[in-house]
């Protein structure tokens, strides 16, 4: 069965304080997850450290990175690499993420050099993929993102790809309050995996999550997560409430 999987994207926000008390919140919430179900926080770099001691011992509770270099040391000022990740425990980055395409230029073959260097490291990647407003105005929304796995993915191995865990983000949904209806991510997440059993086979194709994210909520969760391939949610703003994401959580199918 396909891991189900509430992810926490926190972005550039709260300090580590604030960051301490809502680990807290959530992980003594109420919520028991079934051996197919997971729980990430994408934490900011300084905090990994603190978070990972926050979730000793809980089980199928993970830590993530929110980015990583695409060389395993060197002079890259300000970069992280997989082996100071992997020093710290870290076993899942989220790479692709849109901010990091659009504000940082992260290419389709750069992404190919993360996805290769975190699974030679044994990482789990959250790679994400999605299409802007303008593309989904045009209705090109699957050949934009066809691409994008295309160039960044496909040239991993069946035993490789079955590593990565996708995102798919329509990016005129992030932040903005818009939320893809439920059809309409069922659509597009169907169509990512059916291009993965094109390329790789069916059961290939089956065993691989694939998660939505765009202002995913408490309000809306249920609903998403109802899809057939829809296998949780990478969550930006509501992930910083506690009730919101607990209320996530408790929207895995």
Not at 41 to 60: D, E, M, R, S, T
Not at 133 to 159: M, P
């Amino acid at each position: 069965m396909r891991k189900q999987i509430a992810a926490a994207n926190w972005k550039m926000n709260l300090t580590l304080q604030q960051g301490e008390q809502l680990l807290d919140a959530i992980l003594q919430a109420p919520h028991e997850l079934s051996a197919d179900q997971q729980v990430v926080f994408a934490v900011p770099f300084p905090y990994l450290q603190a978070a990972q001691a926050k979730i000793a011992g809980k089980k199928n509770v993970f830590i993530a990175a929110q980015n990583v270099y695409s060389k395993k040391s060197g002079a890259f000022t300000g970069e992280v690499s997989v082996e100071i990740l992997q020093s710290l425990g870290i076993q899942v980055v989220i790479i692709g993420h849109s901010e990091r395409r659009e504000y940082f230029h992260e290419s389709n073959q750069f992404l190919a050099d993360k996805v290769n260097i975190l699974l030679e490291y044994g990482f789990t990647p959250i790679f994400c993929v999605g299409e802007p407003l303008s593309i989904r105005e045009e209705n090109n929304q699957n050949v934009y993102v066809q691409k994008q796995l295309q160039e960044s993915l496909f040239h991993l191995s069946a035993g490789q790809v079955q590593k990565v865990v996708v995102a798919y983000e329509p990016i005129w949904a992030i932040g903005t309050g818009k939320t893809a209806t439920s059809s309409q991510a069922q659509e597009i997440q169907a169509f990512i995996r059916t291009q993965f059993a094109r390329q790789y086979g069916e059961a290939v194709a089956e065993s691989i999550s694939i998660l939505y994210g765009g202002s995913v909520k408490a309000s809306n969760a249920l609903e998403l997560f109802s899809q057939p391939d829809v296998d949780g949610g990478l969550v930006g703003g509501a992930s910083l409430i506690a009730e919101e994401f607990v209320a996530i959580i408790n929207a895995l199918k």
